[in-house]
């Protein structure tokens, strides 16, 4: 990757090679990589159990299915216009920030995406840990047992499987995002023809779809929820929203690579909101199928993989396994390591980002979390959303509405160039990113900790139903307040970019 160059050599606490902008010859992803990344993130096991869970909340399959396609084509705005300036200017995330919240400001949503990240990737490595651990007591013939180690709450063989998990995503961790690429692009099809095999074996076995499709939403007259079907829908779409809303803000991580726009808007829009809808309809199928098939439904694939029989039971659990990793690096691991390299890029590469990220994973010891947070999920995936839905309303407001898409990118990486503002921190974006979270922070507790948290008034329980939105709608109107009062200030720290630092210096990339 390139310095920039029109403006002098770029500060060292702001610049290293991994957050420097990525040159023509790093541009090698087409919409086909795009769309391959996220078929595979979207082909994880959360994602397979939202659409069970919002059955279980009283949805009829139609309606669930609808509510997850929703949610993603709702999400998929702000990643296509986010991801605009990581495929213009060739910069990441953590570097895109600093426009709205100054150089040093940046930090602050850098490190917020990070925390999130790290979260779902301890998480995620739990689960893949679980399925090593389910896997080995299936090949012995019986599960795997014994008493739980002080501390730690889980038992030796569980502990194993988790840091046997962990040290396959290290492979990956080491070998950089080109790896996560190749692996993203080869497995998505692979995933594609499983899960259609799971279907085809499903309602093979059950002789049909099972009862679920022929039963009624519980939101109708008579229905144990008559009546309530928005006092669910809402909620539930917030959550499919922050499903995704860590990638919605460092998507410019990946179409920094772009060969060009069309290919990063053609790859999501293919990737993301059909793929989503296509895994929630498979989903459900399949759970109708388990009612027939063995008496009961069984939401959790991890589950369903451990009763099948033969070389079935084999196969199922690897391809999960595979499914984890790849879902795991891609969502979980290329953000925080920029994130974490932007806090301090003289002495923390992209590399570095990626173990200070697996090394938490470990320390938060993330079965705890799920084991002790009830309404995880939902409280979980509405909770933070609440966080990152303001920073993406200024990421949005800053670049389109201020900037007119136009960067100075070197100054991006200079302490005394036009986005330093007041001592690097642009004082607007911190006041739009707290007026953004306050009011979704009395419904969080209650909904976090209803037991310390009992009460709250019916005004704040329903912003938070729709934290995300709020956050976004507010954060950007008050930030263009405030940074309206700037505009003679403004005027003339965007010079048009004629001759970017990174191009028509290089041979273009050989398709």
């Known amino acids: 990757m390139t310095t920039p160059q029109h403006g002098g050599a ?36 959360p994602a397979y159990m939202l659409a069970a869970s919002l059955i279980e909340g009283g949805m009829s399959w139609g309606q669930a299915v609808l509510t997850v396609f929703l949610g993603n084509a709702i999400v998929l705005v702000p990643m296509l216009l986010i991801g605009h300036a990581g495929a213009k200017y060739g910069i990441p995330y953590a570097v895109m920030a600093r426009a709205s919240f100054g150089t040093r400001g940046a930090r602050l949503p850098a490190l917020l995406r990070a925390i999130v990240a790290c979260g779902w990737y301890g998480i995620q490595t739990w689960f893949g840990g679980q399925m090593i651990y389910t896997l080995v007591g299936v090949l012995m013939g019986q599960p795997l047992g014994g008493d739980k180690l002080p501390m730690l709450g889980i038992n030796g063989a569980q502990l194993v499987c988790f840091l046997i998990f962990w040290a396959i995503q ?267 979270v306050l009011p979704n922070i009395p419904g969080f507790l209650n909904a976090a900790f209803p037991s310390a948290v009992p009460s709250m008034p019916e005004f704040f329980k329903t912003i938070y139903t729709y934290a995300w939105f709020v956050g976004v709608v507010l954060s950007a109107v008050v930030y263009m307040g405030l940074m309206k009062a700037r505009a003679p200030q403004l005027q003339g720290l965007v010079p048009p970019l004629k001759n970017p630092s990174w191009s028509k210096k290089e041979k273009e990339p050989t398709p």
């Open 10 to 45: 770029p500060a060292a606490n702001l610049w290293n090679e991994d957050l420097a902008p990525t040159t023509l010859a790093q541009r090698t992803w087409r919409w086909y990589h795009f769309a391959a990344l996220w078929v595979g993130m979207v082909m994880c096991i």
């Open 170 to 436: 290290l492979y990956f961790v080491v070998h950089g995002i080109e790896s996560i690429r190749r692996l993203e692009t080869y497995t998505a099809p692979l995933k594609i023809i499983v899960c259609v095999a799971l279907l085809y074996w499903a309602v093979q076995r059950a002789g049909g779809l099972g009862p679920i499709f022929d039963q009624p939403s519980q939101f109708e007259a008579g229905g144990k929820k008559a009546g309530m079907f928005w006092a669910v829908f809402w909620p539930s779409l917030t959550a499919m929203v922050g499903f995704w809303a860590t990638l919605a803000l460092n998507i410019p991580d990946f179409t920094r690579f772009s060969r060009s726009q069309r290919d990063q808007v053609v790859g999501q829009v293919i990737g993301l909101p059909a793929p989503m809808g296509l895994l929630a309809m498979m989903a459900v199928m399949v759970t109708s199928a388990t009612v027939v098939i063995y008496g009961k439904a069984l939401w959790d694939p991890v589950d369903l993989a451990s009763r099948m029989t033969g070389a079935a039971v084999l196969l199922a659990l690897i391809i999960l396994l595979i499914d984890t990793v790849s879902v795991n690096l891609a969502a979980n691991l290329v953000g925080p390591a920029y994130d974490f390299s932007a806090l301090n890029p003289k002495k923390i590469s992209y590399r570095t980002g990626g173990y200070i990220t697996a090394g938490i994973a470990i320390v938060m010891m993330p079965w705890k979390v799920l084991e002790t947070t009830q309404g995880y999920i939902f409280t979980w995936l509405i909770g933070y959303s609440a966080l990152l839905g303001p920073v993406a309303g200024i990421l949005i407001a800053d670049y389109y509405l201020i900037r007119r898409k136009e960067l100075d990118v070197d100054a991006l990486y200079r302490e005394n160039g036009a986005y330093s503002y007041g001592n690097g921190w642009n004082m607007a974006a911190i006041v739009a990113f707290i007026v953004g």
